[in-house]
């Protein structure tokens, strides 16, 4: 009797037994859900005999479930991914097993690791071979990292760019040798600027890549010939990039944005390159020129062109009409492409673009934020600058990632450009499979999804730039320029029938300035923009047009928020033109109306005042506890009114520097009023305590730590150290000056904790609980006067005046400071802070805690303190070069918060005072830099690290309300604070502590490591 045929799965069974059957029951699981789970096994099969060592691979699939899930990943959604699998089998097992999908790269990582792959290969083919080998395993290496979710959508498209630049420097670095040998060398500098999305590091899996092409010649080489030479080296270039090559095709190149397209020179010089963007360069080349970034070849040369091309790409007065090419542009662009064409559609990737475009060439002459390449990164600055509200904002970026996405899972498939969805249903329903959209009703929630997206982008492209007529765009014109030309004027101005158009123009320009600080100047002028045709059309019918537009401005004026006022009018059309109307009729209801703000209220008073400065403090709570017996409830509503408006302001941008600078300032003043009350207070039945000669006996109030550099944070607690002069007596005869400033300061002690102003924490002092709690002055310079050990020293480099007597301040901190600078370190010192280190660490052992968890910000503040010491004046080991900006990885969130001190490094000298106690941890850090302690590329990280861990911490305690410096373990409410602070999504935020914790770590490593 014949034995049963077998299909091709039993057959494999059959064959490889158990392990064969254990595989491929996984493959079933991990199908389930796709439309063609059958391709999948025969996919993973293909994979397992594609080189011939089934047993082999059966084994290590088997062993390794990640391997198999990537491997299936692959089959379902990246053909081409699959093809580098099975063809060069080899790469994807060094990928998966070293779980190479899980690691950002980064440029320089991928061109170290190119250099390795290039290393034995000599001649010019062998090395093409090379570089589209290499360019497999990374591709092969994101595309693993994107379908198994452990990458941002913007690590994704910033590795695929990086890998393209270390591609397109590898070519010309190939282009130079070969051409060197047949034409000799390269007569002067060659650079290669990527353009589109490239540019803006957001390349697509199958993108074309838009490049340019510009030299400079050396001075005494002939301007013909060199020429001639970076044209043939463009071509080389060009040719290597763009040829198929046994092994593939690196990537099809573009060269039509260069100037004159492709009837112009295949390079020029950047003088000619220039001249040309000056003198003739349109609209639309302004536009492509936004996302330009030098990627290979001599950079610097980029860079200056990119710097010289600044004032062409955002003029500080943009012409109105070219607003209006903008979106006139973006519809005959749709007008050429399907409606199932994601990019080009309606409601498509390109209507965002455009929309931050339209944005940049109106507003980046003015605010550089705004000269971003990176769309997400300048819909963050759109927000923060107001011109784009927060729901907008929000819906925009989380629109264009998915649409990103849906690009990336067709162009992936068989890594082919394409945008175009397909209409065949079951190539559709694979596509939503592709998407994450399994199940029975995948396609139904797909479809469902693409069009909300698509309606929604639409519509927001509609409202913010693709109705931009002519009156719109003359308004901006109207409102921003410098000197409007006379056509502006005529179309806007002149029709109302002003009497005095030069003063209506006065008070039209006016609206435009926003004294609401919390708002942005440019979110009013895009509001009054808008508003301002349909204003000046109901003044129009006025009776008196320069009456009510004078009033319409006092109405204005009497408002708190100009834009949320205008934006209310255009809303509200009706309330508009009652408005107007009444501003031309009727100047006493005018009148009633300015009396009568809006916003009265202490807080808001406050904000719209701006931040006291210290003597301002000083006066206001001085004259608010004049002569009152209870000064702790005036006192409180102080501090409740600046913590409250310091955190509005913070929320809406304000450095974090000078939040907590002015956080410590407010606790100054408080200590400053207390201290003062108490003292007159216990003086009216003691007296004040007086010396021998009749001058009155001095106390002061110290603060450590961030109290002392004035670096405090919301819920600090405040380390003081009080001390005075101990050589009084108070008039009363009964008690001398040391028991007076005793009784003080336990007062007001007692009234920060029962009043919840501060925990005040006094340990530090000499002898800490052992000693007294003023200490006098002999005694204080009597116990600095021997050896401390290491880390009181440490602790009191941060310490500064806070309250009472500055000349006993002075004297104390003159002492301290000699002891803590004087003293050489001990043999074993390094030891001693990193041993104080790992104490602090293992104190918070299981908690995700910013500050003393590894690589927490303390890393960098005993960093900071041992070389304040002199810990690495001698320091031996060389620095390592590090060729990256220390915000490089980090995500637009992070970045855009990076105080501007960072540019410290760069364009400050400071110099260390002589005795540096209480300088803040930024000047320190750049102080050490300076006086070469630090590295350039060390004080730089520990920079934005420091800033960025405090900055987490600061949003945390105004998440939890409490003095906490850990952050939630649970997945959900961890995802929640990082929507709080801001963040796109929770692993932008994990991302950013990784780099900034993993940097700190090193540099303390490095620096304490032994010589």
């Known amino acids: 009797m014949n034995a049963p045929r077998l299909n091709p799965r039993q057959r494999f069974e059959h064959d490889y037994g158990l392990e064969a059957e254990r595989v491929l029951s996984r493959v079933d699981d991990l199908a389930a859900g796709f439309s063609d789970p059958d391709d999948i096994v025969r996919a993973v099969r293909r994979f397992i005999t594609g080189d011939g060592r089934v047993a082999t691979e059966l084994r290590s699939l088997d062993h390794d479930p990640i391997a198999l899930e990537c491997l299936v990943r692959l089959a379902g959604c990246s053909r081409f991914g699959l093809g580098i699998a099975i063809f060069e089998y080899g790469q994807f097992w060094s990928v998966v097993q070293e779980r190479l999908f899980r690691q950002v790269f980064g440029r320089r990582s991928m061109r170290e690791e190119w250099e390795h792959f290039a290393a034995n290969q000599q001649n010019l083919d062998g090395r093409v071979g090379a570089l589209i080998s290499f360019q497999h395993r990374h591709l092969l290496r994101i595309t693993l990292g994107d379908l198994m979710g452990d ?87 060009i040719r290597i990039l763009d040829t198929s090559f046994p092994q593939g095709r690196l990537y099809r190149v573009d060269m039509r944005l260069r100037p004159e397209g492709d009837s112009g020179e295949l390079a020029l010089s950047a003088r000619e390159l220039l001249d040309y963007c000056y003198s003739v360069g349109r609209s639309w080349e302004r536009q492509a020129w936004i996302k330009a970034r030098p990627v290979a070849g001599d950079l610097d040369l980029g860079h200056k062109v990119i710097d010289d091309l600044q004032p062409w790409i955002f003029p500080i007065d943009p012409r109105w009409e070219e607003l209006k090419d903008a979106s006139a542009m973006r519809l005959r662009i749709e007008e050429r492409s399907q409606n199932n064409d994601v990019k080009v559609g309606s409601g498509g990737i390109r209507d965002i673009e455009f929309l931050v475009q339209y944005y940049q060439l109106g507003w980046g002459g003015r605010l550089p934020e705004l000269r971003r390449r990176s769309t997400l990164e300048c819909l963050d600055a759109l927000l923060r600058h107001g011109l784009l509200g927060r729901e907008d904002h929000e819906q925009l970026g989380q629109f264009y990632e ?17 945008h175009e969805l397909p209409n065949d249903m079951e190539q559709r329903r694979h596509l939503a499979n592709r998407c994450g959209y399994l199940g029975e009703d995948g396609l139904q929630r797909f479809e469902a999804d693409l069009t909300m997206t698509r309606v929604r982008v639409r519509q927001l492209a509609e409202s913010h730039y693709l109705t931009c007529d002519d009156e719109r765009a003359a308004a901006f014109a109207l409102i921003n320029a410098e000197d409007p030309s006379s056509v502006v004027r005529e179309r806007l101005l002149t029709p109302v029938g002003f009497q005095d158009p030069d003063r209506a123009l006065g008070l039209i320009r006016a609206l435009a300035k926003e004294r609401f600080f919390l708002l942005r100047r440019s979110r009013t002028e895009h509001a009054l923009a808008d508003l301002l045709p349909d204003l000046l059309a109901d003044i129009r019918v006025s009776p008196r047009p320069d009456r009510a537009l004078h009033n319409f401005v006092r109405i204005v004026e009497s408002v708190g928020g100009r834009a949320i006022f205008y934006e209310q009018l255009l809303r509200q059309s009706d309330t508009r033109r009652r408005l107007t109307n009444l501003a031309g009729w009727a100047d006493a209801l005018v009148d009633t109306l300015v009396a009568h703000p809006g916003l009265a209220d202490e807080v808001v008073e406050r904000l719209h005042r701006g931040v006291p400065n210290a003597a301002a403090m000083d006066s206001e709570l001085h004259d608010a506890t004049a002569n009152q017996e209870q000064v702790l409830p005036m006192v409180a509503f102080f501090q409740a009114r600046e913590l409250v408006a310091t955190a509005i302001e913070d929320l809406e941008g304000m450095a974090p520097w000078a939040v907590s600078r002015h956080l410590s300032e407010v606790s100054a003043a408080i200590l400053r009023c207390l201290f003062a009350y108490h003292r007159d ?331």
């Open 151 to 237: 990458w941002s959508f913007a690590a994704i498209t910033n590795e695929i760019a990086d890998l393209a630049d270390v591609c397109i420097q590898a070519a010309l670095d190939i282009a130079c040798e070969d051409l060197a040998d047949r034409m000799g060398p390269l007569p002067g500098s060659f650079t290669v600027f990527a353009m589109g999305k490239l540019g803006a590091r957001e390349l697509n899996y199958s993108s074309d890549i838009d490049l340019i092409f510009a030299y400079r010649r050396n001075s005494e080489a002939d301007s013909s010939q060199s020429h001639d030479y970076f044209c043939r080296l463009g071509q080389e270039v």
């Open 402 to 418: 998915w649409l990103r996405m849906v690009e990336h899972r067709l162009q992936m498939w068989e890594s082919r450009q394409i």
């Open 681 to 1011: 207070q216990l003086a009216q039945r003691w007296g004040l305590p007086q010396r021998a000669d009749g001058s009155l006996e001095g106390c002061a109030i110290l603060g450590l730590g961030k109290a002392g550099s004035g670096e405090m944070s919301y819920s600090s607690d405040l380390d003081v150290i009080m001390v005075c002069a101990g050589d009084g007596r108070c008039p009363d005869g009964e008690h001398d000056g040391s028991e007076f400033w005793e009784r003080v300061c336990r007062n007001l002690i007692r009234d920060c904790h029962e009043a919840r102003l501060y925990e005040i924490d006094a340990r530090l002092r000499p002898w800490g609980e052992q000693g007294a709690l003023v200490v006098s002055q002999a005694t204080l310079e009597s116990y600095w006067s021997k050896d401390k050990e290491l880390w009181e020293r440490l602790a009191n480099t941060r310490l500064g005046h806070l309250a009472g007597d500055s000349v006993v301040t002075e004297t104390a901190i003159g002492a301290i400071s000699r002891a803590v600078f004087d003293q050489s370190l001990a043999a074993d010192a390094r030891q001693q802070l990193i041993n104080m280190r790992q104490r602090l660490e293992a104190s918070v052992s299981g908690k995700d805690h910013v500050k003393r968890g590894p690589g927490g910000y303390v890393d960098a503040e005993f960093l900071v303190q041992y070389a304040l010491l002199g810990g690495l004046r001698h320091f031996q080991r060389s620095s390592p070069e590090i060729d990256r900006h220390a915000l490089q990885g980090l995500s637009a969130r992070a970045a855009a918060l990076i105080p501007a001190m960072l540019a410290d490094l760069h364009e400050r000298h400071p110099q260390l005072p002589q005795l540096p106690i209480g300088i803040p941890i930024a000047d320190a850090l750049v102080g050490l830099n300076k006086r070469g302690d630090l590295c350039d590329a060390a004080a730089a990280d520990l920079l934005v690290g420091v800033s960025l861990l405090r900055w987490i911490e600061s949003r945390m305690r105004l998440y939890a309300g409490t003095a906490i410096s850990h952050l939630p373990t649970d997945a959900d409410e961890r995802m929640t604070f990082a929507r709080c602070a801001g963040y796109d999504s929770l692993q932008d935020m994990d991302k950013d502590l990784h780099l900034v914790r993993e940097r700190l770590r090193h540099w303390f490593d490095f620096y304490t490591a032994p010589d």
